[in-house]
């Protein structure tokens, strides 16, 4: 599995919330108007886009995302994505990485709700949550979203053909926590529950946001790593949990990491009210200790 590297132009957002369209959480692209240089699930792949000079198939060149034929009739093409969680979604990363001629000139995303995990049909409300937009070739275009409101579904629109190397749709999970049992221990520290990452003092070498996906790292690239420190100090990040709650215990994973791993961690914890995240980073310094240093 390639990792992807950091890109020092993207936004906050990819750095802070889960990617709702990672098929290793349950996406799924469901249908579309056509694919036929390039299949629609290929699109959601979590690791960057690859070109392979002098790789064809069937169809034509190979290419790694989601790409339609030549439409020489009136209309667009279109695909439907199953989002792995509702959520409230902050920002999209319409990713044309290795498309040069072949990209679309532009693109929207209409966003909907749809109960119980059923797929959209004929009478779905569709919203649209961003407006058509110019596309260029092998370009990432962060994309801010302000919807409120948990969507499921999205159909991602292009004019009026073409092909999408990635779709990253970053966002909070929205989950109904009203029948949880209370004596069940819950991850609050997963990405997928909800929680997300405020923020860090560094991240050189990988996202702090990794910390708080399932499952254990792939390799030494699949995890938070800070730049070595050569001052005084130490390395932090500050994580919203998915709810409030009492925590019992803490698993905290160096899996990969042997000649660079922290020497020791320590926790610090609070309930806070009302403020806005950017507040936090100064406050956090005077949490409670919620675990001492521990020698790792």
Not at 59 to 76: I, L, N, P
Not at 169 to 183: E, M, S
Not at 271 to 281: A, C, N, P, Q
């Amino acid at each position: 599995m390639a990792i992807p590297t950091l890109d020092p132009n993207a936004p906050e957002f990819t750095r802070r919330y889960v990617n709702l369209a990672d098929p290793r959480l349950g996406a799924q692209a469901l249908e579309t108007s056509d694919d036929f240089f390039a299949p629609k699930e290929r699109m959601l792949n979590p690791e960057p886009a690859v070109f392979i000079p002098g790789k064809f198939d069937d169809h034509g060149k190979w290419m790694d995302g989601w790409e339609t034929r030549r439409k020489r009739t009136t209309g667009y093409d279109w695909c439907i994505v199953k989002l792995a969680r509702p959520g409230v979604i902050k920002g999209i990363d319409v990713d044309t990485s290795h498309f040069t001629g072949n990209f679309p000139p532009a693109a929207s995303i209409d966003g909907a709700h749809v109960p119980n995990g059923d797929a959209p049909c004929g009478s779905t409300q569709w919203t649209e949550i961003v407006p058509s937009t110019t596309l260029q070739g092998n370009s990432h275009h962060y994309l801010e979203v302000s919807a409120e409101q948990p969507i499921t579904h999205l159909r991602v629109n292009i004019y009026p053909d073409g092909g999408i190397a990635r779709l990253r749709v970053y966002g909070q999970p929205q989950l109904d926590w009203r029948n949880a049992d209370k004596n069940t221990l819950v991850d609050l520290g997963a990405m997928e529950n909800g929680a997300y990452m405020v923020g860090t003092n560094n991240q050189h070498f990988g996202l702090a946001s990794t910390l708080l996906m399932p499952g254990r790292g792939v390799n030494m690239g699949d995890g938070w790593e800070t730049r070595r420190r050569r001052e005084p100090g130490n390395d932090w990040c500050i994580v919203a949990l998915a709810q409030p709650g009492i925590i019992k215990k803490v698993e905290v994973d160096t899996a990969h990491f042997k000649g660079n791993f922290p020497d020791r961690c320590s926790l610090q914890a609070v309930h806070v009210k009302g403020g806005t995240d950017s507040s936090l980073v100064t406050q956090a310094m005077f949490w409670p200790v919620l675990l001492g240093e521990q020698k790792l």
